[in-house]
């Protein structure tokens, strides 16, 4: 358990660290912007990229190959019962969220460009226009991971999406409203007893992750889309707020 953990927070935070030079915002990504300009470090995030996913499938293969040995050597099922035990520590490894941003990322890069991506963006594909959306991964030997990109509340492909701590993806507003706080304060603003929707975890609300690098999949491939549920939100932040004001308001005055 301890050696699952520690992989699945290497994994998390390399991750992290990587896309957040892709996605970075303010006078960071003007800075970037300009380090662009002299070098050029599209190649290198590439090979980062695949690195990571070449880790993290490996490790839990062979993972999963132990497991299944271990139960057929000693006839028993402990390698099932630690299988299970690891998804409800949400530490099994084909099952992060990170690994759905990685897939983004890779699917991004190759957007932006096409040439010389392929070797990234080969490990994962998607199809926005099936019900549900899915995303997938391809694995040695043939095997497969298929992500469901739609939110389980609103029942529509997720926008401006956010994973709980429990692996759940939901749109921010449908979190929110879920946790009964505004859009504007965020799903970490939430109770630490708020539950998934889903699942019905409590406590997954302080550790979600927000998956800008799938929200800026979804504005690429499905523009309109995109822009239908970013003109929606935004009107139902400014009413939200104009609630709120009204409410500190009139605590004010009482």
Known sequence: MKEVSDIALCFSLRVRHLLHLHVATGMQRYLLWLRQCFMNDQQAMVEKG???IEYVTMNAIAIRKIL?????????????IFKSKMRAEHIELLQSPWLIELG????NLHGSDGEGLNELSG???CDLDMT???????????????YDLTCAVCLETVFNPYALSCGHLFCKSCACSAASVFIFQG???????AKCPICREAGVYAKAVHMLEL???????????WKERYTAERAEI?????????LQAKYAVY
């Open 215 to 225: 929200d800026l999949l979804l504005k690429i491939r499905c523009k309109d889309y």
């Open 238 to 246: 400014l009413k939200q707020s104009k609630e709120f004001w009204d």
């Open 123 to 125: 490990h994962f594909s």
């Open 104 to 107: 983004a990322f890779s699917l």
């Open 68 to 80: 299944k040995k271990y139960d057929k050597v000693h006839s028993s099922e402990n390698g099932k």
């Open 132 to 146: 549900p959306p899915i995303m997938t991964l391809m694995l040695p030997d043939s095997l497969k991971m298929e």
């Open 187 to 193: 799903p970490k603003s939430a109770a630490l007893d």
């Open 50 to 52: 695949r690195t990571l």
